[in-house]
């Protein structure tokens, strides 16, 4: 059955740090991935996928993860947190293996707070 | 991008009665769209996948007498929380399937006085 873990519900960094965002998973056949962010009153806009292809995934407003199959991670990262960074962040799991995102597990959420 | 619109975005009901919560795919057709629930410092659970013109698969554990959902429409499936208890506050959410891309509408809100 597949799992995912976000370390830490709430993270705080000063504006112009490094923002690591941590996700492991567990998953029986080989895992599709995804971090999504929702800002307030908004619904979940994906960040970026890891389908399989390159382990170095670069999504949307300067963020990527590296997927590292013996640390089962899927950590997000990002040089230079901006204020408008500040929002929850979820890391998924498909459980298709084809890699559609029609059923996704969620991990509980990292609540990124961004401090001027 | 494809939007997916939710509505309410939060709503008080009473006890006992019933609320719709609606799903929307505004400029583009869903064959599939799915249901999600999120309790408090925990997950996003899928509750349920809605196929337009067919009957909704219900995951384990949810009760598909109390959480009724209908997708009528290629743009449209509802949710019905039907006599709904104080236990059934929670954020519900609902995203639509375009080929192999989900988009997630912005949740609704609910609150059972």
């Known amino acids: 059955a597949q799992s995912v873990t976000q370390l830490g519900s709430h993270v705080s960094v000063s504006e112009g740090a490094l923002v690591l965002l941590r996700c492991n998973y567990s998953s029986s056949v080989p895992p599709y991935l995804f971090w999504y962010v929702q800002y307030p009153n908004q619904g979940l806009q994906l960040l970026l996928k890891y389908t399989s292809a390159a382990t170095l995934v670069k999504g949307i407003n300067g963020f990527e993860a590296e997927f590292k199959k013996s640390e089962t991670s899927f950590h997000l990262t990002k040089p230079s947190a901006h204020m408008s960074d500040a929002a929850e962040y979820f890391c998924?799991?498909?459980?298709?293996?084809?890699?559609?995102?029609?059923?996704?597990?969620f991990g509980k959420g990292t609540k990124l707070s961004v401090k001027p | 991008g494809a939007v997916v619109s939710q509505h309410p975005s939060r709503v008080i009901c009473k006890s006992g009665t019933s609320v719709k919560i609606e799903c929307r795919s505004l400029?583009?057709?869903?064959?599939?769209m799915f249901w999600y629930r999120q309790f408090p410092k925990k997950s996003l659970m899928l509750m349920a996948t809605s196929n337009e013109g067919s009957k909704a698969t219900y995951e384990q554990g949810v009760e598909k007498d109390k959480f009724l959902i209908n997708h009528a429409s290629l743009t449209l499936s509802t949710l019905t929380v039907t006599s709904a208890h104080p236990e059934d506050s929670s954020f519900y959410i609902c995203?639509?399937?375009?080929?192999?891309?989900?988009?997630f509408g912005e949740g609704s809100w609910l609150t059972v006085v």
């Open positions: 400029d583009f057709q869903a064959t599939t």
């Open positions: 995203s639509a399937k375009i080929g192999n891309t989900i988009y």
């Open positions: 998924a799991v498909s459980l298709e293996y084809g890699g559609s995102q029609g059923n996704l597990i």
